[in-house]
T-cell receptor
Framework: NAGVTQTPKFQVLKTGQSMTLQCAQDMNHEYMSWYRQDPGMGLRLIHYSVGAGITDQGEVPNGYNVSRSTTEDFPLRLLSAAPSQTSVYFC?????????FGEGSRLTVL | RKEVEQDPGPFNVPEGATVAFNCTYSNSASQSFFWYRQDCRKEPKLLMSVYSSGNEDGRFTAQLNRASQYISLLIRDSKLSDSATYLCVVNTYYGGSQGNLIFGKGTKLSVKP
């Protein structure tokens, strides 16, 4: 089983560039979410979705957009990358409380 | 007071030792609790849920103290493979809504031969 798949695993961007982190899950979970993890910080929720067509903001949504057109996919868009968005990004899906994470995407913004 | 607080460690223990981690939470309305494990440069994975009556899974025991608003994780007979960061996770709503999952910063455990 693939579980939660994130792409790309690594990305380097220049300030002001835009990009999309892809996330797909094959477990038919309604709930999906994006977190960022920075050194010395806990995982912080960026955006989440409780089902296709429904998204909501988490703790740190500024500078990011999401959409949920299908149950399987939940892409995260960086509109105009900034050095403060250098981080490791995790996508997760959930059923009944347990979060299943993707392997993470390491993003560096120069 | 931060919502979920953990001692960052690192906890350096020899193989075979017993080690305990505590985690405190500030929201008394919190209803579900979890411990996740994260290996270096990997994604977090669920280690165990924490139930009101306490629960055990092999060498791992989780306890919840609602009155004092903390949860604990006890690892007995530590193995080298237990070396990881342990994340305390608290959810304000039981079950469904995941929008209120709060992660602690994690406690790093290093088990030495």
């Amino acid at each position: 089983n693939a579980g939660v798949t994130q792409t790309p695993k690594f990305q380097v961007l220049k300030t002001g560039q835009s990009m999309t982190l892809q996330c797909a899950q094959d477990m038919n979970h309604e709930y999906m979410s994006w977190y960022r993890q920075d050194p010395g910080m806990g995982l912080r929720l960026i955006h989440y979705s409780v089902g296709a067509g429904i998204t909501d903001q988490g703790e740190v949504p500024n500078g990011y957009n999401v959409s949920r057109s299908t149950t399987e996919d939940f892409p995260l868009r960086l509109l105009s990358a900034a050095p403060s968005q250098t981080s490791v990004y995790f996508c997760a899906s959930s059923f009944s409380g347990e979060l299943f994470f993707g392997e993470g995407s390491r993003l560096t913004v120069l | 007071r931060k919502e979920v607080e953990q001692d960052p460690g690192p906890f350096n223990v020899p193989e075979g030792a017993t080690v305990a981690f505590n985690c405190t939470y500030s929201n008394s309305a919190s209803q579900s609790f979890f411990w996740y494990r994260q290996d270096c440069r990997k994604e977090p994975k669920l280690l165990m849920s924490v139930y009101s009556s306490g629960n055990e899974d092999g060498r791992f025991t989780a306890q919840l103290n609602r009155a004092s608003q903390y949860i604990s994780l006890l690892i007995r007979d530590s193995k080298l493979s237990d070396s990881a960061t342990y994340l305390c996770v608290v959810n304000t709503y039981y079950g469904g809504s995941q929008g209120n999952l709060i992660f602690g910063k994690g406690t790093k455990l290093s088990v030495k031969p």
